[in-house]
């Protein structure tokens, strides 16, 4: 029996992650933020079969005592300050956890079990103001928020610990996935919960920023599927993980809205205090490595997603009322 280590596994993609590994038969352990009270939503239906170590990532000694705990095959480090919006708020601490939190991790896994695979959680956001479209592994980077700049930190140190140290370290640069399970304070579910309000009229209006910002969305449920792969590779790399499909903010409400038979015009409000102070305007990854050495394809399409999402907005809210 294979065992896994998950950080961010309360969050969207380590609920996923958890799921597709213990249906391969793998031990799953958790880290659980010691100061945190515990949001089980996402795995509520799997908590029971997940074992649950207590630390943070930025203590290290919590970390080397995790892996001490747990010795694990496989190490997905998928925790960080992950919205984008709040980097700008707060971006000492995004620093710490999305760069530093990434280091302790790999230094964790090096002093205590070097044979582990590593998988980090890389972003499209490292792209930012684009060099070139579509982005491969080989586009440069040029982030655009604090979030960006510390995932390229993360990136650069999983690579700098594979050639310096020999490791099996991987990172995935996941385009914008997203999920039913997606945090409200992100776009997409933004959108989606208020659709279902304004459709089961509890709520009037939509207010959003940037109606033209483009995105490459896909179903974070598929995403995890590439990680997995990535750490089952002869040798260790880097992979764009994304759908090769670009669409608007606009494009996202129109089907958001068109699947509850409303119009968004009529509901929908641009706001400036929603705009980012660096705008990334166009996000369009190209994921031919993946298919071709991983195998990896996307199955859910753009428009199933939406309306994914809005269904189970409709069905969570219908049963509350």
């Not at 943070?56 to 480090?77: G, T």
């Not at 994304?242 to 409303?262: Q, R």
């Amino acid at each position: 029996m294979k065992t896994a280590f998950i950080s961010g596994i309360t969050g969207q993609d380590g609920s996923y992650l958890a799921e597709l590994l213990l249906n391969k038969g793998y031990k799953v352990f958790g880290l659980r933020r010691r100061t945190a009270i515990p949001n089980y939503e996402n795995i509520d239906h799997i908590k029971n079969q997940i074992e649950f170590i207590s630390g943070d990532l930025l203590d290290l000694s919590s970390l080397i005592e995790a892996i001490k705990i747990s010795q694990p095959d496989e190490v997905y480090n998928l925790a960080a300050q992950s919205f984008v919006a709040d980097s700008w708020l707060q971006p000492i601490f995004t620093g710490k956890v999305t760069a530093l939190g990434v280091t302790n991790m790999l230094e964790a896994v090096r002093k205590v079990k070097p044979d582990a695979r590593f998988y980090q959680a890389s972003s499209s956001e490292m792209f930012g103001k684009v060099v070139e479209t579509p982005q491969s592994e080989k586009t440069p980077f040029y982030p655009r928020s604090p979030y960006g700049v510390a995932k390229v930190y993360g990136h650069w140190i999983t690579v700098n610990y594979r050639e310096s140290f020999d490791m099996y370290a991987c990172s995935g640069i996941l385009f914008n996935h997203e999920s039913p399970r997606r945090g409200h304070e992100f776009v997409t579910r933004k959108i989606t919960d208020a659709v279902a309000k304004i459709a089961l009229g509890l709520q009037n209006e939509l207010r959003l920023g940037n109606f033209d910002a483009k995105r490459d969305w896909g179903f974070a449920g598929d995403y995890v599927k590439a990680m997995w792969l990535m750490l089952q590779q002869d040798r260790p790399g880097d992979y764009v993980i994304a759908t090769g499909e670009t669409h608007t903010v606009k494009e996202f409400v129109e089907i958001a809205f068109g699947h509850v038979g409303l119009d968004w015009k009529e509901y929908v409000v641009q706001d400036p205090k929603f705009m980012r102070p660096a705008e990334v305007d166009l996000l369009l990854g190209d994921p031919s490595k993946a298919k071709e050495k991983l195998g990896w394809q996307p199955e859910v399409s753009f428009e199933q997603l939406v309306q994914m999402m809005v269904e189970n907005d409709l069905k969570r809210l219908g049963k509350g009322l």
